[in-house]
Structure formats: C-alpha cells, structure tokens
C-alpha cells in the first residue's frame, strides 16, 4: 500500500523564507526542509511518494532551483510533484524558464499567506486529481483486458454448448464438435502456411475454427425418427437430412449480422460443409473455388471424422483406410488444393485422433 | 511593543501582521532575523569586490527583509540588489554605507524588544 500523500517540501536556503511557509502549511501537512538544491534532490529521491508540492526557491547554493528541477525531469517526477517557484522578483528569463521546466506557479516574496494557501491548495488538488484518474485508467485498462478474455471464455462456452445441443439429443457426447474444432484448426494452419496468398491471419483462423463447431446446428430441425435412425435412410429421409445445411442457415439469419467476419464463417460453413468441388455436393452444387475455404476444410475434416469414429449407423474405419478413403473419392470430390493441405497435415492429424477401439 | 519597533525602523506592521499572525510569531521571526548570514555575506563579498556573491547575498537579504515587511531597509537592499544584478559593482559599493547604515540601526532597535 502506498503511504498517503501529505507532504510539503520547502528548499529555500534562507531559513525565515522556510520558517514563514513552515508557519503556513504545519497544522495541515508533514513538513520537509532542503537548504540547498543538492539536499532537495536527496530528500526528492528518498520521499517522492510521499511528497505533494515542492516549494523551490530559484538562487539556492549546491545546486540552484532549476537544476532541482531538471533532476526531477530526468526522474519523472515532474509529472507527480507540482512545483511552485519562489523568487524574489519577476524576471522574464527566469519565469520562462521555470515554466518551460514545468513549474505549476511562481509566487513571489515577500508572500502572501491567504494567496500562497490558495495557490498551493489548488494546485495540490489538481495534481491529487490528475494521479487518481491515471491511476483509474491504468485500472479501468487492465480490467478492460480482463474483461475481453472473460468475454471470449463466454464465447467459447457458449458455441460450444450450442454445438453440443444437437449431439446431445442424439445421444452423443459432443466430442466430434470439439474435434472438428481440433481438426479444423490444424487444417487451416497448413493452408495458411502452404497458401499464403489467402492472406488468412491467426485472429482469423481462431473466428473460422470456432465457426466450425457450429456446422451441423441446423441438425436441431431434423426430426428424431430421421436424425437418430439405426439403419439407412430413405430416399426421402436423405433429403430431409440434407437440408440441415438450409436449416442451420435459417436460424443463423435470424442473428444476421452484416459485416461481421464470424458471422459469414458460420453461415458458409453451415450451408457449404457438404459441398463437393465436383458439384456434386449439397445443398448448392458449388464447383472447386466457389466453396468457401473454410466450409471445405470443415467438409473434408467432418468426413474424416466420421470415417474414424463409430457412429450410430456404421462401425469406425482404420485412419489409413480413411484417409484412402478420401483420396479415392469415396465420400466425395474435393479440390486439389484440399487434398494437398490434407496430406500435408496428415502426421499432425493422425497423432491427435484418438484409435478406433 | 512590536508595533513600535515596526515605527521606529519605518516598517509595515499591518503586513508583518498579516504574513506572521501575531508578535510571538514575529519576535521568533525577529530572531531567525538575527541570526541570518546574508548581511556579513553581502559585507565580505563586496570587500573583495565579487559581484557575483554579493548579488547572492543581496538577494537573500532583499527577500528576507521583504518578508519581514522592513519596508525601508528593503527598499535600501532592493537598490544596492539591482546594481549587483546588472554588474555596476562601483554603483552597489556607493549604495552600500546607506545600506549598512540602516541595518545597524535595525539590530539595535531589534535587541531592544528582545
């Protein structure tokens, strides 16, 4: 804790000057007194916390008032302890010079108590404001960040309870959402290193990722008899299931948000995480670079998720035979590029999936 | 007491007053007065003729007077202070006979009200 501020420092080497502003100020502060400069540069370096106003007088021996003042320039003090000049007499060099310097006033003997009081409670005053409120911002800055990695744990919270809502009413736990983030993430860092001409910077890599987990949302529309069946789909099922992508985009326009970055990611990624660079995907039919890239990373990570994981439908695939998988264009067409950053990040992939039991 | 003292040497008693509060605190002032250096150091800085430190101490002794509302002493010191300030050591020497002139009889009046 900070002692409290509520010292005068009086450097004057005449010792009545000191004693009639001492008589002033001594029922209403703690009292220091330099008789020379080198004395007050000493007493200013020991106690400059604790002192409130510095009364300098201009001709002093050791060291004069301006060189007391330049000190505390050197020192930063200059922006704590006002300093208030006493002279003898007004002369236009030595005021300007004091001023440029950075004293707060320049009184001049023989004093007047009622004005020196005034002048010196003024600018004590100001100076006590100007601190708290440096020291306010300083605070108000550190919870300023504070606050903005609270909001981003939210965030995260709640994307991630949001995309967990569909598993869990199928009965899954959630995992394959906090993996399509894991795989997202490692994908779209080898495309940023391997395509650097996308320009994607980490901030957007983070937004894109977080994105990801939002994929299958509009799942919440498919009915339980489709969503959670066993055994294959009909015809009309599969089209019912495929307007997930449509779904998802739909309740994400209610939300719309124009300009926004993490809304375009989640909205492209909910409709065009099906979409084959082919054509032949859904719901669209979207060819080679008319998918976004962030949907065909999560398109290429969904499925290889879904090949290694057992699901309530299939049983889990090897991760060779996966990966075989994707490139034969078992589960679709995807653009070279994709395929490249896929193996690209093979090592990387392989090692954070879990073996198939 | 003080107030005749303030008289006698042509001072002003109200401001004294006003700056010291009360006799007590003028008669500790009139003390500190006693005891300040700045006269002998102006007296020896002129004897060998450096300009410089006689302007130190005439200053001194200018504020210090000033303070103590010795209003026509000061006046005395102000003069001899702004000789010494642009150089004219010739100029401060011929002031300074009224400037001690007036100081001796400011000791003596002070000593008698201490």
């Given at each position: 804790m900070e002692k409290e501020r509520n010292t005068l420092l009086i450097a004057d080497d005449v010792l009545i000057n000191r004693e009639m502003l001492k008589d002033i100020f001594e029922d209403e502060y703690d009292i220091l007194e330099a008789s020379n400069g080198q004395e007050a540069i000493k007493i200013l370096d020991e106690k400059k916390d604790e002192i409130v106003l510095l009364f300098l007088d201009l001709?002093?021996?050791?060291?004069?008032?301006?060189?007391?003042?330049?000190?505390?320039?050197?020192?930063?003090?200059?922006?704590?302890?006002?300093?208030?000049?006493?002279?003898?007499?007004?002369?236009?060099?030595?005021?300007?010079?004091?001023?440029?310097?950075?004293?707060?006033?320049?009184?001049?003997?023989?004093?007047?108590?009622?004005?020196?009081?005034?002048?010196?409670?003024?600018?004590?005053?100001?100076?006590?404001?100007?601190?708290?409120?440096?020291?306010?911002?300083?605070?108000?800055?550190?919870?300023?960040?504070?606050?903005?990695?609270?909001?981003?744990?939210?965030?995260?919270?709640?994307?991630?309870?949001?995309?967990?809502?569909?598993?869990?009413?199928?009965?899954?736990?959630?995992?394959?959402?906090?993996?399509?983030?894991?795989?997202?993430?490692?994908?779209?860092?080898?495309?940023?290193?391997?395509?650097?001409?996308?320009?994607?910077?980490?901030?957007?890599?983070?937004?894109?990722?977080?994105?990801?987990?939002?994929?299958?949302?509009?799942?919440?529309?498919?009915?339980?008899?489709?969503?959670?069946?066993?055994?294959?789909?009909?015809?009309?099922?599969?089209?019912?299931?495929?307007?997930?992508?449509?779904?998802?985009?739909?309740?994400?326009?209610?939300?719309?948000?124009?300009?926004?970055?993490?809304?375009?990611?989640?909205y492209d990624i909910c409709r065009y995480h099906h979409e084959r660079a082919n054509g032949k995907g859904y719901p669209d039919g979207l060819v080679e670079d008319e998918i976004p890239v962030w949907a065909q990373v999560v398109s290429i990570v969904d499925v290889y998720d879904a090949l290694v994981s057992k699901r309530v439908y299939k049983d889990s695939f090897s991760i060779d035979d996966a990966i075989k998988m994707i490139h034969n264009g078992e589960c679709g067409i995807f653009s070279q590029k994709l395929l490249e950053c896929f193996d690209a990040a093979r090592d990387e992939l392989i090692a954070n999936t879990d073996k198939p039991e | 007491m003080i107030k005749q003292l303030y008289e006698n040497i042509k001072g002003n008693y109200d401001e004294a007053i006003t700056r010291m509060r009360d006799d007590e605190r003028i008669k500790k002032y009139l003390n500190f007065f006693l005891m300040d250096e700045s006269y002998k150091q102006l007296e020896s800085a002129l004897d060998s003729k450096n300009c410089e430190e006689a302007f130190k101490a005439a200053h001194t002794l200018k504020g210090v007077s000033q303070n103590m509302a010795f209003t026509d002493f000061a006046e005395s010191v102000v003069n001899i202070t702004e000789e010494l300030r642009a150089g004219n050591l010739e100029e401060a020497l011929k002031i300074f006979p009224e400037v001690s002139e007036k100081y001796k009889f400011l000791i003596d009046e002070i000593n008698k009200v201490m």
């Open positions: 001709i002093m021996p050791e060291k004069t008032g301006l060189d007391v003042m330049v000190h505390m320039s050197l020192h930063g003090m200059m922006e704590t302890i006002p300093v208030i000049m006493i002279t003898g007499e007004a002369t236009v060099e030595s005021d300007v010079r004091a001023y440029e310097l950075g004293a707060s006033d320049i009184i001049y003997k023989p004093f007047e108590p009622a004005v020196v009081i005034r002048r010196a409670k003024n600018i004590i005053e100001l100076f006590r404001h100007r601190i708290s409120i440096e020291k306010e911002l300083a605070l108000k800055t550190e919870q300023l960040r504070e606050n903005q990695k609270k909001l981003e744990q939210s965030n995260d919270f709640l994307i991630n309870a949001l995309s967990s809502v569909v598993e869990f009413r199928s009965l899954e736990s959630g995992e394959h959402v906090q993996r399509v983030k894991k795989f997202t993430k490692i994908l779209l860092k080898y495309w940023q290193a391997l395509y650097p001409e996308y320009g994607f910077t980490d901030a957007q890599i983070e937004l894109m990722t977080n994105a990801s987990a939002l994929h299958d949302i509009g799942k919440i529309a498919i009915p339980d008899s489709i969503l959670m069946k066993p055994g294959k789909l009909t015809d009309e099922e599969y089209a019912e299931m495929k307007k997930h992508t449509i779904y998802g985009c739909q309740l994400l326009e209610n939300f719309k948000q124009e300009e926004n970055e993490f809304y375009r990611y989640c | -």
